[in-house]
């Protein structure tokens, strides 16, 4: 069936209701884009795994092999969330339950191995699809109900669409503790995709498509402003992008410095970092900056420990009195199930899924940081020793 535009707005806010519900719901998602991908096709693909990593969800990406090097930035935004990115989307291992294909007109278009096409074939795994494109050279790849296919500038267009609706859920945003959707990554991958297509801009005609090119270069214009310390405005997006570059070079000083403090028990490798080395950290980075970096240390000291990754820092106090906690498995050990250190614990202010948990505790029922992470690793090496023996 050829894809055509969604007939009315009741129609689009369903499917995008029924979209974020299964992000809700679901724990592992595999996201796709087309061959040769284009800056829309990336820029949507990361938009939408970083909405998800917001939810705490197991997410990947699955691009071309030879990716263009000016995609690079958008790729270390995934490293910087823990998302995965595998470029050669041959063998799919792990726990999937949901595909997400953007910007892609077609089935065969897709950058796919023979793993992903068994995916694309089975019944108990969801297909979502975002895209653009209608007309006669395209076709439906996802399920009925799940696609968010009409008229835009461009895929990463629907994706903004999708998380103004996100945004206006409160009920979820407490749930998840998402201070804010709109960060400055979100925004920069949905405009980089509006901006690729439209060629900065120029080639917008509907006025639906200009409204969002500026929604979205207004709220990252106000964003850049906000976070550069002599408050300049930015007169074009090179600038925007310059001041981009300039950003990630901090990530990668931040991230060396969590490296750096990093400590291991037999099957955890650890950072715990005191009020004095976040207030070093925020006036390097931001509070963004820091959640998005400690994600990606995380992962790095999961799969360099084989087994788990701890990460504590207390929260600036101008955002909460709590305490973060954020665990992940390495993608090579699976005997053991991180929801169950919630259970061990009891502790009530967290979540996530078997291979990643966050859990937050409040300050003042934390008088010694060292000792309280100490109870937890001693409490998680017990219970791994435990598993192992009543597997033997």
Do not use: W
């Not at 990947?60 to 000016?70: M, V």
């Not at 950058?111 to 494109?133: F, Q, T, Y």
């Not at 009920?171 to 439209?198: A, C, H, M, P, W």
């Amino acid at each position: 069936m050829h894809k055509h535009a969604i007939s009315s707005i009741h129609e689009k806010n369903r499917v995008i209701q029924n979209i974020i519900d299964v992000m809700i719901r679901r724990d592992h998602f595999l996201v796709l884009g087309h061959q040769n991908p284009d800056e829309d096709c990336v820029a949507s693909m990361v938009a939408f795994a970083l909405l998800l990593s917001k939810l705490n969800k197991d997410v990947r990406l699955c691009t071309a092999k030879d990716l263009n090097i000016h995609f690079q930035y958008l790729i270390n935004i995934c490293r910087y969330n823990s998302i995965n990115v595998d470029q050669n989307c041959e063998t799919i291992g792990g726990s999937l339950d949901t595909l997400v294909i953007c910007d892609t007109p077609k089935r065969s278009m897709i950058e796919a191995g023979s793993d992903v096409n068994l995916l694309l074939s089975s019944p108990e795994i969801l297909k979502i699809e975002i895209d653009h494109h209608i007309g006669t050279d395209s076709e439906y790849i996802g399920d009925s109900g799940y696609c968010l296919v009409t008229e835009a500038s461009s895929s990463s267009e629907l994706i903004g669409h999708l998380a103004f609706k996100m945004n206006g859920r409160k009920e979820l945003l407490k749930q998840y503790q998402i201070q804010n959707l709109f960060t400055r990554n979100v925004v920069l991958s949905i405009l980089t995709g509006i901006i690729g297509d439209s060629q900065m801009g120029q080639f917008l005609k509907s006025s639906r498509e200009k409204r969002y090119y500026r929604i979205f270069s207004n709220l990252f214009n106000k964003l850049l402003v906000q976070e550069t310390v002599n408050e300049k405005n930015f007169s074009n997006m090179n600038e925007i992008f310059k001041e981009l570059k300039n950003n990630s070079s901090k990530e990668q000083e931040c991230f060396n410095y969590l490296v750096e403090k990093k400590r291991f028990t037999p099957s955890i490798g650890y950072v715990v970092l005191s009020v004095d080395d976040m207030s070093f950290l925020r006036k390097l980075c931001d509070n963004e900056m820091i959640v998005s970096v400690s994600r990606a240390v995380a992962n790095a000291l999961a799969d360099e420990s084989k087994r788990f990754s701890l990460i504590v820092y207390p929260d600036d106090p101008q955002v909460s009195d709590l305490i973060q906690f954020r665990m992940r498995r390495s993608h090579s050990y699976s005997e053991f199930d991180l929801r169950q250190v919630l259970e061990l614990f009891s502790i009530e202010n967290g979540g996530g899924h078997e291979g990643a948990i966050g859990f937050r505790i409040p300050k003042k029922e934390v008088e010694d940081l060292e000792g309280f992470v100490a109870v937890l690793l001693n409490g998680i090496e017990t219970a791994v020793r435990e598993k192992i023996h009543r597997s033997k």
